[in-house]
């Protein structure tokens, strides 16, 4: 085969596979769109009034892994400690912080010791102490020595939780006041439902006051405009498809509310899992598919918390190498469920698509661009080509993106300023012109990482809310 047989094969390859993925993004986009809109037809202000009039709530512990977290821990409590919800208790787990996350947390909330009087079904490092607050009685302090993951501590905090319920989020994440309420919606319409994941906003650029978001305003980097729109595309398209056929294949580790009983019959987070959170989602798919036990995965398509985006290229770039990952593992782990019809849905689309879309896309999409752009420079392919090619990316990749924009600004009605929704969808055209390709470059890097078992968290700056 001559240079540019080869050339032209692994074309018609690229645009076969870039025509597929906007097929299956538009597809996606009007999925979501009719499960956005039955849920706000169904979950009303009357829906969360009865949640908060019910005789006996179900019971939700809050479950907070934090390592040297001292700088945001103080004002993610407090939001917290502000949640709508009255059958609530928030375990906040000191993973061995090598910084004052413990002091401050004792400082403020004036904790005291408190023996541990818990069982431990699910195995963890050593607890060293377990401390209560004197002014909030709902708040628990778990101090205990790193184990090197944040599974490890969470393991910790589901063993110390007392309620029926477990919502594990990050030690950075904010919730909404209605956050728990919205949460338990799902468990109380279908008793089969095991987990609730939901919409995860950032918060950069937004005005925080009483460890609440008072003012929703879009940053000032680029850098995390891009990554809000990137979270809109990525909870509103794929996730929301997911839920509407119960084949969820990750709720997300910075808000994921689990049946307590539930977690622990599929052995907790493991903490040899780089990406936890959709390993133990699809643990709990498989393991309750293998029994033919009836359950259902629920998802929120409107903001329940918000958390901090990365503003630097080395902590952005750490983080999407660290995903890659933790997703290639997860599929590693979990292959005998791809294209299997034991498990239903998740094994015959969700999983395949991630395998197809997620897994072979840096791989496609650099490859693609590196001997596009050589065959122009070699003559093998005219310009006129090159640039339609390009403008096609873009424009499809924009259109997307502003498919989630959209429905996730009719769902929370968060960027309704004509000014930020204009900021908003230039960036949805933008980040398709270097971004895109740089994400797709970090991929590529975390795919090495992944096959030379090589990488680890990378650095990552925390700044006060």
Known sequence: ?????????????????????????????????????????????????????????????????????????????????????????????????????????????????????????????????????????????????????????????????????????????????????????????????????????????????????????????????????????SFLLFRLACAAGNAVTIVSGAYGLFRRDAVIDVGGFSITAIGEDMDLTLRLQQHFRAARRPFRIGFIPIPVCWTQAPEDLSSLGAQRKRWRRGLLQSLWRHQRMIANPRYGTVGMIALPYMAVFEGLAPLIEVTGFVMTTLAVILGLLNWHHYRVLLAASILFGAAVTLMAVFPSDFTSRRYLRGRDLAILCLAAVVESVGYRQINSWWGLVGTIQAMAGTGGWGPMKRRAF
């Open 1 to 233: 085969m001559t240079l540019i047989s080869a050339i032209e094969a692994f074309s018609v390859i690229v645009s076969v596979y870039f025509v597929a993925w906007n097929a299956s993004q538009m597809a996606m986009g009007a999925v979501g769109a009719r499960f956005a809109w039955r849920y706000k037809r169904r979950r009303n202000v009357r829906s969360l009034a009865l949640v908060a009039r019910f005789a006996a709530p179900p019971p939700v512990s809050v479950v907070v892994p934090a390592r040297n977290e001292a700088l945001t821990i103080v004002e993610s409590v407090r939001a917290l400690l502000a949640v709508e919800y009255e059958a609530r208790e928030i375990v906040v787990v000191n993973d061995g912080s090598t910084d004052d996350t413990l002091a401050v947390l004792l400082q403020t909330f004036r904790m005291v010791p408190a023996p541990v009087a818990f069982e431990q079904p699910l195995p963890t490092a050593r607890v060293r102490g377990v401390y209560r607050s004197i002014e909030e009685p709902a708040l628990v302090v778990i101090d205990k020595e790193n184990a090197g993951c944040k599974s490890d501590a969470s393991n910790a905090g589901v063993n110390a939780a007392t309620g029926t319920l477990v919502l594990v989020i990050d030690a950075d994440t904010m919730l909404e006041p209605d956050a728990l309420s919205r949460g338990v919606l799902p468990f109380l319409e279908d008793p089969n439902t095991i987990a609730a994941g939901g919409y995860v906003a950032i918060a950069n650029g937004c005005t925080i006051d009483g460890g609440r978001v008072i003012e929703t305003a879009m940053p000032r980097s680029w850098l995390a405009r891009f990554q809000i729109v990137e979270y809109m595309r």
